[in-house]
């Protein structure tokens, strides 16, 4: 098969609000994200094409909640697509253990494929990404990258989980992802350095402009 021809880009994943409830219908689980899928598939005459599409925030969202495992399976396109999150809490943190997508290769979405309306269902159930303090939900405003396959990947942004431990409806503190705190240390590192630098070349000006006048002043003493 031949690389994928490039795609424009595809605009941002909207940012999505999707609840499961337990069953006295209070919220046990919450989840705030944007998702892009890319999906890579087979076309006619040995061609491979790539599927880029995004979540809609109209995506149903089911599931359900436990002491030690919770998920969140999200619908769309009128149940063409279903995706599937499954949470672990052991001892005092949860993570994202496992991810499930299927799928119908529908033509209108993967153009000229090999195989239309064939189903599709594929998983990793070996993740250990979102972990977090099991009191606490998972934030981070950077881009995650989740690969499902070598065909599969999802982009998932403005993350903001809760799988266990929610009251009241809302999110407990938020524990920030690794991405984001390296990103709010270097912030003010690079600015530290660059103040510095200009602090540095005032100094700097200064005494060669005092060494100019110096110099001058002597010249004119002698004449």
Known sequence: MTTPRPLT???EPPQGHYEVKDTEGHVCLMAD???QFKIIYAKVESETGAAILNLPTTANATGSCGPDRSNLTLTFHDDIFSVTFDFVRANDHFHLSQFDISYTELPSIFPGTKNPNTRRQV????????????????????????TVTENVSIL??????????VKSGQFSTAEECQEDLE???????????VLTAMVALVLISYIVVRKIRANNRRYSSVY
Not at 135 to 140: E, I, Q, T, V
């Open 183 to 193: 990103k709010n240390t270097t912030v003010p590192i690079v600015i530290g350095v």
């Open 123 to 146: 998983s990793n159930t070996t993740l250990n990404i979102f972990s977090t303090t099991a009191d606490k939900s998972y934030m981070c405003k950077s881009d995650v990258n989740i």
């Open 9 to 11: 880009p595809p605009p």
């Open 33 to 35: 994200m944007g998702l």
């Open 156 to 165: 998932a942004s403005q993350v903001q989980v809760q799988p266990f431990g």
